[in-house]
């Protein structure tokens, strides 16, 4: 019989992981985006080959698109807006996490935390990229070569980042309105 388990962050709690993200982005700034994604996707394998709880493999799903995203080359993703994704995905790839992931039943809880902190932090950017995704599996297979993949992919593309910005600016006015917590990914130099 599956027992669920809320937890709750406080504003501490969620500055406590804030502060984690922003030590293993000062580490990992100045390793090649390669190197990061990789280990982070070799992160991913190492917890599907150690059968990681439910809990932690479906949260590590959206990790693994976030990967995806910063490695297709038809979803230029540039800037901060790159940077904040890199730098969430980067805790993914270490070696040495909050947790030991080799504790079995609890070693993977940490990640599954952060994976959700990242989700709900990226969602605008999680729920374009499937869209796009999505609209290309679509297109390509109703237009073939008719059309330039980069004229129907072009429009489309700037369609769904103007609305990722319109949605996190929203998310973001809504959260300060709510309370003043504090940004889990705030990489935008």
Wanted: charged share 35%; proline share 4%; aromatic share 8%.
């Amino acid at each position: 019989m599956p027992l669920k388990i809320a937890l709750e962050l406080s504003d501490e709690d969620l500055a406590y992981y804030a502060q984690v993200l922003d030590s293993v982005w000062k580490k990992n700034s100045k390793r090649p985006e390669k190197e990061i994604l990789a280990a982070a996707r070799e992160s991913l394998k190492r917890a599907q080959k150690a059968k990681a709880p439910e809990y932690v493999t479906a949260r590590l799903a959206d990790i693994g698109t976030l990967i995806d995203l910063l490695a297709d080359s038809e979803w230029p993703v540039e800037g901060g807006d790159r940077r904040r994704i890199l730098a969430a995905v980067g805790y993914f790839g270490l070696t040495k996490d909050m947790i030991s992931d080799k504790i079995p039943g609890i070693g993977y809880l940490d990640d599954a935390i952060m994976a959700e902190l990242v989700k709900r932090e990226l969602k605008p950017d999680l729920e374009g990229y499937r869209n796009f995704c999505a609209y290309r599996d679509n297109e390509e297979a109703r237009r073939g070569k008719k059309v330039s993949r980069e004229d129907w992919l072009g429009v489309k593309r700037k369609q769904i980042f103007e609305r990722i910005r319109r949605r996190r600016e929203q998310m973001w006015q809504h959260s300060r309105a709510k309370a003043p917590t504090h940004p889990l990914l705030r990489y935008d130099y």
